[in-house]
T-cell receptor, first 116, second 112 residues
Framework: ETGVTQSPTHLIKTRGQQVTLRCSSQ?????VSWYQQALGQGPQFIFQ???????GRGNFPPRFSGLQFPNYSSELNVNALELDDSALYLC???????????????FGEGSRLTVL | DQQVKQNSPSLSVQEGRISILNCDYT??????FLWYKKYPAEGPTFLIS?????DKNEDGRFTVFLNKSAKHLSLHIVPSQPGDSAVYFC???????????FGSGTKLNVKP
């Protein structure tokens, strides 16, 4: 069983630039959630994708956007980067849908973004 | 707006003793709670969950207690082992598994 993988693991950008982070969900999972974890804080929900549709969004501005592909992998895009966007971005997959959804999230190791 | 709070940033416990990690929440609509463990440079890994229809769930050395009236849950680890040293997050969701609110974490150090 392949776990959740994220890329890149580390990256450095400057203010105003754009970034794309990628996530491959765990085998058999059709739901991907993205979280932002700032230093010393817990993960904060950005949004979730279920079967290629956005299925809930946290308190993040529109410059945070995402995609989910037919193979359930996902991208997080952030435009017009700000210094406060520096954080660990975590992708989590789960088995959504009506039955057998325990709600458990399986996290990747994260992508650490530094904005200078 | 911090709906899930872990008020102890750190906890130090002797090997073999009990570790008790606490979590408080404010939203009475939360009905599903999870605990995650995180080692440095790794993603959080699921430990144990509890639904609001229960007040206790046990899995080996780990037990989670839920007090709905107090909006409080706790994770007990007995006996504690040095390998348990990590950051522990509690998380909560309401009505569906769409969105989880996480606490800020408690760093547990189990001393040999």
């Amino acid at each position: 069983e392949t776990g959740v993988t994220q890329s890149p693991t580390h990256l450095i950008k400057t203010r105003g630039q754009q970034v794309t982070l990628r996530c491959s969900s765990q085998s058999g999972h059709n739901t991907v959630s993205w979280y932002q974890q700032a230093l010393g804080q817990g993960p904060q929900f950005i949004f979730q994708y279920y079967r290629e549709e956005e299925n809930g969004r946290g308190n993040f501005p529109p410059r945070f956007s995402g995609l989910q592909f037919p193979n359930y992998s996902s991208e997080l895009n952030v435009n017009a980067l700000e210094l406060d966007d520096s954080a660990l971005y975590l992708c989590a997959s789960s088995s959504g849908g009506l039955a057998g959804n325990t709600g458990e999230l399986f996290f990747g190791e994260g992508s650490r973004l530094t904005v200078l | 707006d911090q709906q899930v709070k872990q008020n102890s940033p750190s906890l130090s416990v002797q090997e073999g003793r009990i570790s008790i990690l606490n979590c408080d929440y404010t939203n009475s609509m939360f009905d599903y709670f999870l605990w995650y463990k995180k080692y440095p440079a790794e993603g959080p890994t699921f430990l144990i969950s509890i639904s609001s229809i229960k007040d206790k769930n046990e899995d080996g050395r780990f037990t989670v207690f839920l007090n709905k009236s107090a909006k409080h849950l706790s994770l007990h680890i007995v006996p504690s082992q040095p390998g348990d040293s990590a950051v522990y997050f509690c998380a909560a969701s309401a009505n569906n598994f769409n969105k989880f609110y996480f606490g800020s974490g408690t760093k547990l150090n189990v001393k040999p």
